[in-house]
């Protein structure tokens, strides 16, 4: 005789088919991790025996049968209808006495087991095929909250019982051809863990959008969990690194404050278990976790994902719903399950993009032209933008068609199908969001936003060679897909270009030997948004700027200081791609922002200069050392040492860009000692851009003070061939294989070589050029680092260069 009512700590994983998915889960966990100090809150299982017991007592099966024959699942209104009668016939049916009387002995023991006269439960549904590592029934069923007294128990047992036959459960069960009395009930009832006086979420073994395995993501919010789970608000999100915080290290690599404008707490009347109420606007800008939370969940879902890895034999990541009690200020696990989306994708594959309209036919719809960025294809309407005051408009999967872009327009960028730029050439600002952003771009067409006009509907191809065109109308293309299992490995070691932390992880599947260029520019645009003297000048900006002060205050707020939130914003850029790639090398640059793009964060008007000629005036190195941002660059340098120390992220190499001497190399060396980053210390590494005809002329005395150069082919094709790289006027003159650049490369490297230090590139030369690429390999170069979109080509060329060559 299967038994209908069983304590939490007497079931585990093989009693699914008779406690649900759920509850073994819960039972697991007391069982196994208890010992490790994980709390899982004691309760007890109505079990499936006491469903179909229930069930056939109240002769409801031929009733349900019957109201199902002839169900149509497409018709909504149809499945409704027979939905809602099977839940009215289950609620009105009546409990055996004897499976009465266990419950409520059950209810008794536990209340008494918390010192309590009827203790408050949550009474959850748990099918007897959900939570398995390749299927997921949860969600399907209902969870009553805040359950107190003995009658309202019963009530709500049967309440979940009834949402078997829920609307969206029928229709699963229906479109996967699952009999409805092939799976059964259980009904957990587990004491409430008071976190609508604290806080509650979910978290993840897994990064839930790219399938990242090495992190553990957590989202809080306040008060009782549904509304995590609901999605009925934006949470505030948790990223903790695995490797290095099992080293001990405090590995908070991300922290994104959410918008927690509400919470639901316990009702104040029988009749309102719960409710709704606001948060206060304080509130909504504190983290509603600790730090030192966020690493006790973090070691908590580690140790929870390694226990069902070694259950399933297999590496199984982890759903965990969690809790903070807040009368007793504990944490606690109430619910875990195999993750069963993203651990599941294919990573092995990449896309790409291949027109098949013949030339004749689509040549008569090419309307603009320009310079190819990316190798994709994409299909919107068109949205002409003159400034950002019109970007309100601007629709997700339209394609943008500007004059130019800055930083400013990341926001926007991020949305369209397509970039199309008047201005610019392959590497401006369009161009290199773009292939971050793995979105088609054409730039320098000169005529973009005359000739096309807003609503267009039009096709935009990178797919072509060189050139970018933009076509009236859908032309026809295919997209194919690439296995990478296939890719040859080379004897060159390939690294990336990344600058945008958001998408770094997704990068990771690609075959890489780390990142050639990490841009703290990007970061410090997206991330942070203030000019970091208007945040250490902060007084300054209040007496000049009231309304700019006020705003700076909204964005820092919940930081011990202004400099604080530079620093962490900071850090946790640099970390999170440092992390995608760990233990791989990642060389971050220091900030190289011009001085009229600094200006345009905010504040930054009141301390940049105006220059006639920002490209080479004062950027880089200058900066660093200089009375004027100095103080500005000892953020930099302690959002480094936080990421190397505090989160353990060793792999991190710095790099100085645009440093004209070696004089100016010497002095920003001992900056950077001043603000605490040695070279040397803890493994640090310092290299150098590797970017005017001074780095190469002088690079005997450079190497006395870098161990490494990196190849910065953009500004080096600039200033060796004196043109402007942002001119379209001049772009039909900028090519990094003219032999003036080739000698300045073969140059270099030659010298390094001799010094013993490492050399790379991360210009986009290699990227676009496969003769380039042969040409470097030739030359012995160390790395070379090119831009994700272009990993598969370059890969191609260069093993066939090393099979030409011999190596």
């Not at 949860?138 to 309202?152: C, S, V």
């Not at 948060?279 to 226990?307: G, H, N, P």
């Not at 490494?708 to 094709?717: A, E, K, Q």
Request: a negative charge; proline letters at 4%; one cysteine or more.
């Amino acid at each position: 005789m299967k038994k209908l009512v069983m304590w939490l700590n007497e079931v585990g994983m093989e009693d699914i088919e008779l406690v649900g998915g759920k509850n073994a889960s819960l039972g697991e966990m007391i069982k196994g991790l208890s010992s490790i100090g994980i709390k899982v809150p004691m309760g007890f299982v109505v079990t499936s025996a006491a469903y179909w017991y229930f069930v056939d007592y109240n002769n409801l099966r031929d009733k349900i049968k019957e109201i199902l024959t002839g169900l149509d699942p497409n018709n909504i209104e149809d499945l409704s209808k027979r939905g809602l009668t099977i839940r009215e016939l289950i609620k009105g049916g009546t409990f055996p006495e004897d499976l009465k009387n266990e419950i409520l002995k059950a209810y008794e023991d536990l209340s008494k087991m918390y010192n309590q006269f009827r203790v408050d439960v949550a009474v959850r549904s748990s099918a007897t095929a959900e939570d398995l590592p390749n299927a997921s029934f949860a969600g399907q069923q209902d969870t009553y909250l805040n359950i107190k007294g003995d009658e309202t128990l019963l009530s709500a047992i049967k309440s979940c019982f009834a949402s078997l036959f829920t609307d969206r459960a029928i229709s699963y069960r229906e479109a996967f051809k699952f009999d409805h009395f092939a799976i059964g009930l259980a009904v957990g009832v587990q004491k409430m863990v008071r976190s609508d006086l604290a806080s509650s979420g979910v978290s993840f073994s897994i990064d839930s959008d790219s399938g990242f395995k090495d992190v553990v993501l957590i989202n809080a919010s306040y008060g009782l969990g549904e509304m995590v789970v609901q999605g009925a608000v934006t949470p505030d999100e948790f990223l903790v690194f695995k490797p290095t915080l099992k080293e001990g290290y405090e590995a908070i690599i991300e922290k994104k404050l959410g918008r927690k404008t509400h919470k639901m707490v316990y009702g104040t009347t029988p009749d309102e278990r719960t409710k709704i109420v606001a948060v206060s606007k304080e509130e909504q800008m504190k983290f509603s976790l600790t730090d030192e939370e966020v690493l006790k969940l973090a070691r908590w879902v580690m140790a929870i994902e390694e226990y069902y890895s070694n259950k399933y034999g297999k590496w199984t990541p982890m759903d965990v719903e969690w809790a903070k009690d807040g009368e007793l200020n504990e944490l606690f696990i109430v619910q875990a399950r195999p993750e069963t989306v993203h651990s599941q994708k294919d990573h092995s594959k990449i896309i790409t993009y291949k027109i098949t309209e013949p030339y004749e036919s689509r040549i008569n719809k090419r309307i603009v032209e320009g310079i190819a960025v990316g190798d994709k294809v994409a299909f919107g309407k068109v949205r002409i933008l003159h400034d950002l005051e019109d970007a309100k408009d601007f629709q997700p999967g339209e394609v943008l068609v500007t004059d130019m872009t800055d930083p400013d327009w990341e926001p926007i960028m991020k949305k369209a199908a397509a970039i199309v730029t008047n201005k610019g050439g392959r590497t401006c600002h369009a161009a290199i969001v773009a292939r971050e952003l793995g979105v088609p771009a054409v730039v320098g067409t000169g005529n973009a936003t005359e000739v096309l006009e807003n609503g267009d509907e039009v096709t935009v191809s990178c797919a072509e060679g060189e050139r970018g065109y933009v076509y009236r109308g859908k032309i026809e293309y295919e997209v194919e897909e690439f296995d990478l299992r296939n890719l040859p490995k080379t004897k060159t070691p390939i690294m990336m270009n990344v600058a945008s932390p958001e998408g770094a992880f997704d990068l990771t599947f690609l075959p890489n030997a780390g990142v050639g260029l990490a841009r703290e520019e990007f970061i410090i645009n997206n991330y942070i948004s203030i000019h970091p003297l208007a945040l250490i000048k902060f007084d300054e900006i209040k007496q000049k700027d009231p309304q700019l002060a006020e705003k700076i205050e909204d964005l820092t707020f919940g930081y011990e200081n202004k400099e604080e939130y530079y620093v962490k914003k900071l850090s946790y850029g640099i970390a999170k791609i440092a992390a995608a790639f760990y233990p791989k090398p990642v060389i971050v640059r220091f900030s190289d922002f011009k001085s009229n793009e600094y200006a345009n964060l905010l504040g930054g008007k009141y301390f940049e200069p105006e220059e006639e000629n920002p490209m080479i005036g004062f950027r880089g190195a200058s900066r660093y050392y200089s009375d004027f941002f100095k103080p500005a660059f000892g953020l930099e340098c302690k959002a480094i040492l936080r990421v190397r120390n505090k989160m353990g992220l060793k792999n991190v190499i710095v790099m100085v860009p645009f440093c004209r001497t070696p004089e100016e190399a010497k002095k920003v060396l001992e900056v950077m000692e001043e603000y605490g980053l040695k070279k040397g210390e803890n493994g640090l590494q310092v290299y150098v851009m590797c970017e005017l005809p001074s780095n190469v002329i002088l690079a005997d005395q450079f190497a006395e003070y870098f161990d490494g150069f990196s190849i910065g082919s953009n500004d080096l094709t600039q200033l060796t061939l004196g043109l402007d790289r942002d001119s379209s006027l001049v772009a039909h003159l900028y090519d990094e294989r003219n032999e003036a650049v080739k000698r300045m490369i073969a140059q270099v490297i030659k010298v390094a070589k001799e010094k013993g230090k490492k050399i790379g590139i991360c210009g986009q030369g290699p990227s676009d050029y496969p003769e380039f690429a042969q040409f470097l390999v030739e030359q012995g170069i160390d790395t070379i680092s090119i831009n994700p979109d272009s990993i598969v080509k370059t890969t191609i060329a260069i093993y066939e260069i090393e099979q030409k060559l011999g190596k």
